[in-house]
């Protein structure tokens, strides 16, 4: 053991942990495991979006009151959408840093976020992760808001089942709305059995929702009755 951790503390001198967005050197414990430094931490969490939000995708408000103008043309099967951030500044980077560069130590941070906003609700909501696309997948060789999933199943004890999956579909950027739905119709399939009454799909982004819309529509056709979505960030 003592061997072991005069390794580690040599490693460490040798190749010190720095922090994803300034670079500081990594000394404290948590710091460690989220790849943050304190700072950089207390900077993310102050971004949170902020009341007021749409009631349905969750996006900033402006002028409107309650829902905002996108939602007002949509009808989704979701009820509501609620986004930790707005997609820009250190969550932009720390988002790519995630999904591109394999950054997992920070789905730590992300489910430690999505565990504050979900257990207020108290019980009986399950929590179902949306399916990453499979070449997506295959190429990055894990799945994000699965990883996520496990940690807040495995940390914060909430209940997930990761039961949908995706059979092909290309890659959403530049599609409409409208685009995004037929692409992605007939790919979100339930491995088996029935989905519980009450669940909540998590996911990264939100820009049309039309990937949490599918999701939705299929939970509903396997026995969903309440459908709402947690998401990472909302883009625009």
């Not at 005069?6 to 990594?26: E, G, I, K, S, W």
């Not at 996006?59 to 939602?71: F, K, N, Q, R, T």
């Not at 976020?113 to 295959?138: E, F, N, T």
């Not at 692409?183 to 949490?212: A, H, M, Y």
Request: glycine fraction near 8%; proline fraction near 4%.
């Amino acid at each position: 053991m003592r061997s072991l951790r005069a390794l580690n503390d040599t490693l460490f001198l040798v190749y010190p942990q720095r922090c994803m967005v300034c670079r500081t050197v990594l000394h404290d414990r948590d710091a460690l495991i989220n790849g943050l430094c304190n700072g950089c931490l207390r900077g993310l969490l102050r971004s949170t979006l902020k009341p007021p939000a749409c009631s349905i995708c969750g996006g900033p408000l402006i002028s409107e009151a309650d829902v905002c103008m996108y939602c007002r043309r949509q009808d989704f099967e979701f009820r509501t959408n609620h986004s930790l951030f707005v997609y820009d500044g250190m969550v932009r980077t720390l988002l790519k840093k995630y999904k591109f560069e394999s950054n997992k130590q920070l789905a730590v941070v992300w489910a430690s976020l999505i565990a504050s906003y979900l257990r207020p609700l108290g019980r009986g909501k399950v929590v179902i992760p949306v399916p990453g696309r499979r070449g997506s997948v295959r190429k990055r060789g894990w799945d994000q808001m699965q990883l996520i999933a496990d940690i807040l199943q495995a940390r914060y004890h909430i209940p997930c089942l990761k039961v949908l999956y995706r059979t092909g579909g290309q890659s959403q950027k530049e599609l409409s709305y409208g685009e995004r739905l037929k692409n992605l119709r007939d790919c979100i399939q339930v491995k088996d059995g029935r989905i519980p009454k009450e669940i909540i799909l998590i996911d990264d982004v939100f820009t049309t929702g039309s990937t949490l819309n599918e999701c939705a529509r299929v939970c509903k056709n396997h026995g969903a009755a309440d459908v709402s979505c947690v998401t990472i960030v909302r883009a625009f």
